[in-house]
């Protein structure tokens, strides 16, 4: 015997026609057309093979007895059904399911652990599954739903993204132990732009860092271009040439055991902005906003840091 394939929806329309003995009370009362309370029911009838209302011209509806039988059980289902709503909603407050985070690849070594660690200390039955990718991979997996979240640069993101800034990256040079200006601490693009570079050639970064040099009206001598963060590290500790980079690795010493030295630099340069970006109009499930809101509280906690350090 095929099982019905009646809906909650239609189940719920004959219950207030029922109770209230007018489709036009119904339709009222749950704020759809007469029509829509009409069709709802007559289709419900349909499906199970038995009439339940008598349609009357002047003195509107009347239960049949299978009509009478049915009603009562279906009071103890709606019951149930919005039992079953709540149970969801208690699971949702005690946050339970999976969220899914979209990482740049070169900002998950630096931020992605500590905020998994605290976010899991928090709700720890939540299941975050990562997902890492450069700038365009991210987008599309936001616009395709694959992540719901993103942590990523606010670089060339559409208007059709919204974002919540969580942290700031300034650049910074990077030159090799014994080079000439390893102990100035501090130097400027002119004095690094007569050099060979070293450039991390990932989409939108590789312009980033060539537009730093631009900006100041000069243009950088590459001598090797890779996208791996620790290969532009070690060919700078080797001799090779200087790098720009945002993320700050906290020790000095590469993969080899040679070690880099950072410089700031004394040029005007606004820092990299970090966001967590997800689609507009999008309805964000809890896990997500939960995240969102502990990134932002993070990043508060950390400024606040940075102030009193500095």
């Known amino acids: 015997m095929a ?31 007469q029509s829509a309370v009409s069709t709802a029911v007559a289709q419900l009838e349909n499906e199970l093979g038995v009439q339940l209302l008598l349609r009357h011209h ?16 279906l009071r103890s289902f ?26 740049f690849e070169t900002l998950a070594p630096f931020h992605l652990p ?19 990718g450069e700038h365009a991979q991210l987008r599309r997996a936001l616009h395709d739903g694959t992540c719901e979240i993103a942590l990523m640069y606010a670089l060339q993101l559409d208007d059709g993204i919204d974002r919540l800034l969580v942290d700031t990256a300034p650049p910074y040079a990077i030159v090799a132990e014994d080079h000439p200006l390893a102990r100035r601490g501090r130097v400027s693009l002119s004095e690094l732009a007569p050099e ?31 996208s791996g963060y620790e290969t532009v590290r070690s060919l700078v500790a080797h001799g090779h040439g200087y790098a720009l980079l945002n993320q700050r690795p906290a020790r000095d010493e590469t993969y080899d055991g040679k070690k880099v030295v950072p410089l700031d630099l ?11 970006a997800w689609m507009r109009g999008t309805r964000l499930t809890r896990r997500a906003q939960t995240f969102i809101q502990l990134s932002s509280e993070l990043y508060a906690a950390r400024t606040r840091s940075r102030a009193r350090s500095g």
Do not use: W
């Open 3 to 33: 099982e019905p394939s009646f809906t909650l929806v239609q189940l719920r329309y004959f219950a207030a026609a029922a109770e209230l003995g007018s489709m036009t009370a119904a339709a009222r009362q749950l704020r759809v057309s």
């Open 58 to 73: 002047a003195r509107g509806l009347t239960l049949t007895a299978a009509g009478e039988s049915f009603v009562k059980e």
């Open 78 to 103: 709606l019951v149930h059904a919005g039992e079953l709503a709540d149970s969801a909603r208690e699971a949702g407050d005690a946050l339970v399911g999976a969220l899914s985070l979209g990482c």
């Open 114 to 132: 500590g905020l998994l660690a605290a976010y899991e200390d928090r709700f720890p039955r939540v299941h975050v599954s990562v997902v890492e």
């Open 196 to 226: 060979p570079m070293i450039l991390l050639d990932l989409p939108h970064s590789n312009a980033y860092f060539e537009s730093i040099m631009s900006s100041s009206g000069l243009v950088p001598h590459v001598r090797f271009r890779t």
């Open 266 to 276: 004394s040029d005007d340069l606004p820092p990299l902005e970090i966001v967590l």
